[in-house]
């Protein structure tokens, strides 16, 4: 009985590590696509779970054409239109005379403003730390720096639809893609 399932095993096996190549090299492609685009737009609900607060934004993300992006505030209302503008020398707000908070109180340096351009940056140059089906859509771990990690959910299309950032292990931010074109 053993010597008939030994070799069942190892044929599992096999099969299962050649579809896991299948899916990271399926990223790949999708990552090598996305770095070529520059003219990415993202629409996204953002939640920011901190220890003792929880805060939700509708955000939008633009590419631009100095090859930084805008971060837009669909909602709340009352800070609608607010305009984050991140490129290579900073990140400036941008609305009349309404300062946001982009920082965190958590000390872990991320925040919801900086999620969708943290995330782009993860996908277009993030080296997948691990690749798994998730109730049968592609998911892929991604590190784009110390301490952080990203963890996203494809479509069967390889369309982004859900995303966690985490720091030392610990997912600060949920990102719900509503658009991703």
Same mark, same amino acid.
């Given at each position: ?6 070799? $069942?095993? @190892?044929?599992? #096996? @096999? @099969? +299962? =590590? ?10 790949? #492609?999708?990552?090598?696509? $996305?770095?070529?685009?520059?003219? +990415?737009? *993202? ?18 993300? #633009? %590419? ?9 505030? &669909?909602?709340?209302? $009352? &800070?609608?239109? !607010? ?10 707000? !941008?609305?009349? =005379? ?20 943290? @995330?782009?940056?993860? +996908? ?17 771990? +991604?590190?784009?720096?110390? %301490? !952080?990690?990203?963890?996203? $959910?494809? %479509? ?8 966690? *950032? ?8 949920? &990102?719900? &893609? #509503?658009?991703?074109?």
């Amino acid at each position: 009985m053993k010597k008939k399932t030994l070799p $069942l095993l @190892l044929a599992a #096996a @096999l @099969l +299962l =590590s050649g579809c896991g190549r299948k899916d990271e090299a399926r990223f790949d #492609a999708f990552a090598a696509e $996305l770095r070529e685009r520059g003219d +990415l737009v *993202i629409t996204a609900e953002v939640r920011a779970e901190q220890e003792d607060s929880t805060c939700s934004f509708t955000l939008r993300y #633009a %590419d631009g054409a100095d090859g930084g992006c805008v971060v837009e505030v &669909i909602e709340p209302e $009352l &800070i609608r239109g !607010v305009r984050a503008r991140v490129s290579a020398d900073g990140t400036k707000l !941008v609305y009349d =005379s309404v300062a946001v908070d982009t920082g965190d109180d958590g000390g872990t340096g991320l925040s919801p403003m900086g999620a969708l351009p943290l @995330l782009v940056r993860a +996908l277009r140059n993030g080296s997948p730390d691990s690749v798994w089906k998730e109730s049968g859509e592609l998911a892929v771990r +991604l590190v784009p720096e110390d %301490d !952080v990690d990203v963890t996203v $959910l494809f %479509d069967a299309e390889m369309t982004p639809q859900y995303a966690e *950032i985490a720091h030392d292990g610990k997912a600060v931010l949920f &990102i719900k &893609i #509503a658009d991703f074109s």
